[in-house]
C-alpha cells in the first residue's frame, strides 16, 4: 500500500459519509496553443520489442486522438558505441519499434535523435534526449498481506528491497499471470527513497481483490481492482531510474486529473527531456524479477 | 529609540485634565456593551467603549454630563462633578422594542467618526440571524460577507482579505493565535458561536498592538458578562449540539464553560456494515473562562481553548487541533492609565498514523507558542490618548515528524527550528480639531530564527490615519500602514489543509512586506440608521512567497529551496451600505478588486493574477422581523470565479492524455453565487419565562446553484478523449435546529 493509502481511505469515509458533492461536466473557456513534438520512448532488457512513439500535441479538449507522426528518423546511441535503428510501424501511424532483445547496459548513457519536418518548412527538426540506465539490485522477498476491511477480504503485494547508497528511484511493473498490470504512465509504481535511506523497506505495491468473494464488493471496484485466486502468478519486474525519469512520472500522475484544493499544488506543465521544445520522455530501465504464487490459505 | 521613547514616558508631563473612566454593560446579564457611546456633551466629544466594554474620557472642566448612548438600549446622563469617582460602572437597560432590530453593536456615528479604515465589526446577534450551512452559526463564513473579504473555496473558513492569501490573516481568540481556525477540514469554524462576544476585523491597518501579518488582524473575542446567576445557551442541530453555562462564584468571580462536539459518528453503529462500527469521525471544542475583580482596578482572566478533529478507520486516523489560552491581567494604574499584562498558549497540531500487521507509523507536526505582552492606554487629553506596550512571543516550529515501528527503518525527522518574535509599539489618537483627527504609531518589530539558517530581521512598521469630519454625518479618512511577517503557511493548494505547516523566515526567506494606503468617504443618513462608505485601497508587496512548479511541501526536509519570492499587488474599491435599524436590517456591499504577483521563477516571469483575486464581489445580507416571534434572514453572495489554469494543449502517452498549460491563472473558474434563507421562531418571545426556546429552518443554496469546488479531468470510457468535469460540494441543503437560552 502506498504510504498515504490510508489517508485516502479516511477522505474515502468522509466522503460516503457526507455524502454532499456531485460532479457533471463542464465546457471550459480555454484556449488551443500550437502543436509540438511528443516523444515517448521507454527502452529495457525487458522485451524483444522494444517502442518508441512519435506524435504532435493537439488541442486539450479536441475529439480526436493525437495524431501519429510519419516518416521520422529514430535512432538510439549507447556511450558505448551501440546505434540501434528503429523502424515504423506499418499499422500505427507514429509508432517506431525495434523488435529484438535490447541489451542494456547499467551506468551507460543513453541518447535518443528523431529527425523529421515537424513544423512543415522543408528542413528536417532534430530532437534529442539523453538519459542513463542505472544498475538494480536484487529484491530481498516477495510476499502477500491479506487484509479484512469493511467486510471485504483483499490482498496487497510487498516487496521488500534493500536500498544502496544515494538518492535512489524505483519504477515497479507488477504481472499477474503474465499481463502487465500498471503499464500506463498513470498507474506505474514508483517511489524514491527519501523516506528509507540505505534501509530495507516494504513497499506496498499493489492491492488486489479476491476472485471468491469478487461479487460482494460493489461495482465499481470490481471494475477497477484486479482480482486473483489461488494458483496465480505473480511477478515484479523493478528498477532503478533517473531522478528526471521519477519527477515526470510523477508529474504526469499529479497533473492528468487537475486540481487538488486541499493538497495539490497549481497546476504546471510536465518537465520533459525531449529537446528542441519537445515534450514526453525517453528512458531506459534494466529490471530486476521477483514472482510469488499465490496460493489461498484456507 | 522606541524603547527609550516608553521608558521615559513618565516624564512627557502634559497639562493635564481629569479623566473618567469605567465600563458599561447590560443591566440584566452584565454583558459588557461593546462600542456603546460615551460622550460629553458640553465639548461635543466622545469615545466608544472596546471590546471589553470599557471606557476612557477626558472631561473639559470638574462638572458636566455624560451621555451613554447604545443601539437597543435606553440612554443614560450622569452628572460628573469633583466628588465622582474616577471608575464609574454604567448599565444600561434594555429598550426591549429596539433590542430585537439591533444589527450592529457598533456607536451609532462610528462609521464616521472612527480613525481606523477597514475596520469591520459584527455582534453575535447579528451574525446568529443570519443563515448558516446546516444551521452552524459560523463567524468566519459570516465574516466572508464583508467587503475585500472572500472565501478562498466553496464552503471553506479560510478567507482572503483584499486580495491576500490566508496565512496573511492574524487570527485571535481573547489574544492568542489560534493557527487553524476550522473543523472538517475547513467547513465548519472552530469557534463556538455561544461562547463568542463579537470579532472586529482590521483589513490592513492593524492597531500598532497587534502585527506579524500581511494582510488583516481578526480578533475574535469572548463573552465577558458579570453574570449575576447561572445562565446557560445552547442548541441542537442537524450535525452537532452544544452548551454554554455560565455563573458566579461568590459576588468577585465569574466562570464561564462551553462545549460542542458533532454527532455523525455516533450512528454509525447502525451501519449494516460491521466495520463502519469503528469508524470515527467528529470534532469537539471546548472553551473555558474565568474572570475575578479583586477590586475597581484590578481582574484576573482565565481563558482557554481546546478543539480536535478526529478521522479513523481501524487502519489509521489522522487528528487536529488547536490549544489556545490566556491569562491576563488589568490592572487601572490611575484614572488615567490603565495596563492589561498577560501570558498566552497556543498549540496547533496534527497527527497522522496508521497500524497495519503490527507496523505503526506515526507523523506528527504543528506549532507552539509562548508569549507575553504589556500594553498600556494613557488618557492624557484629548491631544494625547496613548496606547503604547510590549509583546514577546516565542515560537516552536515542529515541519513533521515520522515515527515508524514494527520495520527496521530509522525514524524520519525534519529538524524543526524556534524564534523569538518581539514588538514595542507606541500610537497616539489625537484630536487636532473639531473636525480634523489623527491616529499615527510606530511599531519596531523584531525576529530571530534559531533554526537551520539561523538569522535575525527587524523592522518598523509605521503606521497612520487621518479623519477629516465633512459634515456632522460625513467624513473623509485616510490611512497608511507598513506591515511586515515573518512567518509563513507551506500552503500551495486552492483551500488548503489542516497538513500545511508553518515556517519562518530565515537566512533564506526574507519577511515579507506590505505597504498599505487607503482613503474613503464615509456618509451616514436618517440619524445614522443608514450607513454608506466607499474605500479605495493599494496594497504593494515586497517579498511576497510562493512556491516552484511542482513543489512538495510536506515532509521536506529542504522546504525552503521550495520557496520563491518575488512582488505583488493589490488595489480595489468598496461599497458598502448597511441598514442599522427598523424592521428590515442588513448590509449590502461591492467590491471591485486586483490581485497580482510578479515572481522571476514562476510563470516565467510573467505578473500572473493571484490565486485569491476576484475581480467583482456582491454581498447581500438581510434580516425581517415579521413579528416578535417570527424573523427571516437571506443573504445572496456573487464572485467573479477564482483565477484557475486550464490546459490550451494535450500530449498522449499510451492512452493516457496528459495536459500542456500556456501560462498560471490565465483563465477563471465560473462565477459563483449563491442564495440563502433561514426562518427563526421564538415561540416565548417577550416571556419572563427562564427557559426561552428558539426554533430555525434554513435552505442553504435555495436555487441549487452548482458552484464548482474542483475542477478536474477525465477521460472518456469509450472515446478515450478526455473532458472536463465540476464537482461541487452543495446542492440546496436544508436544516432546522433548536436553540435556547435558561
Known amino acids: ?298 | 529609540m522606541l524603547i527609550a521613547l516608553l521608558l521615559f514616558f513618565p516624564l512627557l508631563l502634559f497639562s493635564q485634565t481629569r479623566t473618567v473612566g469605567g465600563t458599561v454593560c447590560d443591566a440584566s446579564t452584565g454583558a459588557p456593551l461593546v462600542g456603546a457611546s460615551v460622550s460629553i456633551a458640553e465639548s461635543k466629544t466622545g469615545v466608544t467603549t472596546d471590546a471589553k466594554g470599557s471606557f476612557s474620557i477626558s472631561l473639559p472642566s470638574e462638572n458636566c454630563i455624560l451621555a451613554i448612548t447604545y443601539v437597543g438600549y435606553e440612554s443614560q446622563k450622569i452628572r460628573i462633578n469633583r466628588d465622582t469617582p474616577p471608575v464609574v460602572n454604567i448599565k444600561l437597560h434594555t429598550n426591549l422594542l429596539l433590542k430585537e432590530v439591533v444589527v450592529s453593536s457598533l456607536r451609532k456615528d462610528r462609521n464616521v467618526t472612527a480613525l481606523t479604515m477597514g475596520t469591520e465589526r459584527m455582534s453575535m446577534e447579528e451574525i446568529r440571524l443570519l443563515p448558516a450551512i446546516m444551521g452552524e452559526t459560523d463567524i468566519l463564513k459570516t465574516l466572508q460577507l464583508l467587503p475585500g473579504v472572500q472565501s478562498v473555496s466553496e464552503s471553506s473558513n479560510g478567507f482572503s482579505v483584499r486580495g491576500g492569501s490566508p496565512d496573511q490573516n492574524l487570527i485571535l481568540l481573547d489574544n492568542s493565535t489560534v493557527y487553524n481556525p476550522s473543523h472538517q477540514m475547513g467547513f465548519f469554524s472552530a469557534f463556538n458561536s455561544d461562547f463568542m462576544q463579537g470579532i472586529e476585523l482590521y483589513k490592513g491597518h492593524f492597531p500598532a498592538r497587534q502585527g506579524g501579518r500581511l494582510s488583516s488582524l481578526l480578533e475574535v473575542s469572548t463573552k465577558n458578562d458579570i453574570p449575576a446567576k447561572i445562565t446557560g445557551t445552547g442548541g441542537i442541530g442537524l450535525i452537532s449540539s452544544r452548551l454554554m453555562i455560565e455563573g458566579p462564584l461568590g459576588s468577585r468571580t465569574s466562570w464561564y464553560a462551553a462545549a460542542r462536539r458533532t454527532y455523525a459518528d455516533l450512528f454509525l453503529f447502525l451501519a449494516p456494515n460491521e466495520d463502519l462500527h469503528d469508524v470515527s469521525l467528529y470534532f469537539y471544542d471546548l472553551n473555558g473562562k474565568m474572570t475575578h475583580r479583586f477590586s475597581e482596578r484590578d481582574n484576573l482572566e482565565f481563558n482557554i481553548y481546546n478543539g480536535l478533529d478526529r478521522m479513523g478507520v481501524n487502519i489509521g486516523h489522522f487528528n487536529y487541533g488547536n490549544t489556545a489560552s490566556s491569562l491576563r491581567w488589568n490592572h487601572s494604574f490611575s484614572e488615567t492609565l490603565f495596563g492589561k499584562f498577560s501570558l498566552h498558549y497556543t498549540n496547533y497540531l496534527y497527527d497522522l498514523g496508521s497500524d497495519m500487521e503490527g507496523m505503526t507509523v506515526t507523523w506528527i507536526s504543528g506549532i507552539r507558542d509562548l508569549g507575553a505582552r504589556a500594553d498600556f492606554h494613557h488618557l492624557l487629553n484629548p491631544a494625547f490618548d496613548l496606547s503604547y506596550g510590549l509583546t514577546g512571543t516565542y515560537h516552536f516550529f515542529n515541519p513533521g515528524k515520522v515515527y515508524l515501528s514494527g520495520m527496521d527503518l530509522d525514524d524520519y525527522i525534519i529538524p524543526g527550528n524556534e524564534a523569538l518574535e518581539l514588538a514595542a509599539y507606541l500610537s497616539n489618537e489625537q484630536q487636532v480639531s473639531d473636525r480634523f483627527s489623527l491616529k499615527y504609531g510606530l511599531r519596531y518589530s523584531m525576529f530571530s530564527n534559531y533554526g537551520k539558517n539561523a538569522h535575525t530581521y527587524s523592522a518598523w512598521e509605521p503606521g497612520l490615519g487621518a479623519v477629516f469630519r465633512l459634515t456632522e454625518t460625513s467624513s473623509a479618512k485616510a490611512n497608511y500602514s507598513h506591515n511586515t511577517q515573518y512567518m509563513q503557511l507551506a500552503n500551495n493548494s486552492s483551500a488548503g489543509s489542516p497538513l500545511d505547516v508553518w515556517f519562518s523566515a530565515s537566512k533564506n526567506i526574507k519577511p515579507q512586506q506590505v505597504d498599505i494606503v487607503s482613503a474613503g468617504y464615509f456618509r451616514n443618513f436618517s440619524d445614522n440608521r443608514y450607513e454608506t462608505s466607499v474605500e479605495v485601497y493599494y496594497k504593494n508587496l515586497k517579498d511576497v512567497i510562493d512556491f516552484r512548479e511542482h513543489s512538495q511541501l510536506l515532509l521536506n526536509q529542504d522546504l525552503e529551496s521550495e520557496v520563491r519570492t518575488g512582488r505583488g499587488k493589490a488595489y480595489g474599491i468598496e461599497f458598502m451600505v448597511r441598514k442599522n435599524s427598523g424592521r428590515l436590517t442588513g448590509f449590502a456591499n461591492y467590491t471591485l478588486s486586483r490581485s497580482e504577483r510578479t515572481i522571476p521563477e514562476i510563470n516565467q516571469g510573467k505578473t500572473y493574477l493571484a490565486p485569491y483575486d476576484k475581480t467583482h464581489a456582491v454581498n447581500i445580507a438581510a434580516t425581517y422581523i415579521l413579528s416578535k416571534k417570527l424573523t427571516a434572514s437571506a443573504v445572496w453572495v456573487f464572485a467573479t470565479g477564482t483565477p484557475s489554469t486550464y490546459p490550451s494543449g494535450r500530449f498522449a502517452i499510451g492512452g493516457d492524455y496528459f495536459p500542456i498549460y500556456s501560462a498560471r491563472n490565465e483563465f477563471r473558474k465560473p462565477d459563483y453565487h449563491r442564495m440563502d434563507i433561514s426562518l427563526n421562531y421564538a415561540p416565548k418571545a417577550g416571556s419572563a419565562k427562564r427557559w426561552k426556546g428558539e426554533w430555525f429552518i434554513s435552505l442553504y443554496n435555495v436555487y441549487n446553484q452548482k458552484n464548482p469546488w474542483i475542477i478536474y479531468y477525465d477521460q472518456d470510457d469509450v472515446t478515450g478523449i478526455p473532458y472536463a468535469e465540476k464537482m461541487y460540494l452543495f446542492g440546496i441543503v436544508p436544516s432546522f435546529g433548536y436553540n435556547f437560552k435558561f
Open chain 1, 1 to 298: 500500500m502506498k504510504k498515504w493509502d490510508f489517508l485516502h481511505i479516511i477522505f474515502g469515509v468522509i466522503a460516503f459519509l457526507t455524502g454532499f458533492s456531485c460532479t457533471e461536466r463542464i465546457d471550459l473557456p480555454t484556449k488551443d496553443s500550437p502543436p509540438v513534438i511528443v516523444v515517448y520512448g521507454l527502452i529495457s532488457d525487458d522485451s524483444d520489442y522494444q517502442g518508441i512513439s512519435v506524435s504532435r500535441s493537439s488541442p486539450y479538449f479536441d475529439d480526436l486522438p493525437n495524431e501519429g507522426v510519419s516518416g521520422a528518423e529514430v535512432m538510439v546511441s549507447t556511450s558505448d558505441g551501440r546505434q540501434i535503428n528503429f523502424t515504423e510501424n506499418d499499422s500505427i501511424k507514429g509508432f517506431y519499434f525495434f523488435n529484438r532483445r535490447f541489451d542494456v547496459t547499467g551506468d551507460t548513457e543513453y541518447s535518443l535523435s528523431v529527425k523529421t519536418d515537424f513544423d512543415g518548412d522543408g528542413s528536417l527538426d532534430v530532437y534529442e534526449a539523453k538519459t542513463e540506465a542505472l544498475t538494480t539490485q536484487q529484491g530481498d522477498s516477495l510476499t502477500l498481506e491479506v487484509m479484512d476491511m469493511f467486510g471485504t477480504t483483499s490482498y496487497l503485494l510487498h516487496l521488500y528491497l534493500t536500498d544502496t547508497e544515494g538518492d535512489d528511484y524505483y519504477l515497479f511493473n507488477v504481472f499477474c499471470n503474465d499481463s502487465l498490470l500498471n503499464g500506463s504512465i498513470s498507474s506505474a509504481v514508483v517511489t524514491d527513497d527519501k523516506m528509507f535511506p540505505n534501509q530495507q523497506i516494504r513497499l506496498n505495491l499493489y492491492h488486489f481483490g479476491d476472485y471468491l468473494t469478487k461479487d460482494d464488493n460493489p461495482d465499481y471496484m470490481q471494475e477497477n481492482m484486479v482480482y486473483i485466486k489461488s494458483g496465480d502468478t505473480l511477478e515484479v519486474r523493478f528498477c532503478r531510474i533517473t531522478k528526471e525519469y521519477f519527477d515526470f512520472i510523477t508529474q504526469c500522475q499529479n497533473e492528468k486529473g487537475g486540481e487538488n484544493p486541499l493538497f495539490g499544488g497549481p497546476a504546471s506543465n510536465i518537465t520533459t527531456n525531449i529537446g528542441n521544445g519537445g515534450v514526453g520522455f525517453f528512458a531506459v530501465c534494466k529490471f530486476q524479477k521477483m514472482k510469488i504464487k499465490f496460493i489461498k490459505q484456507e
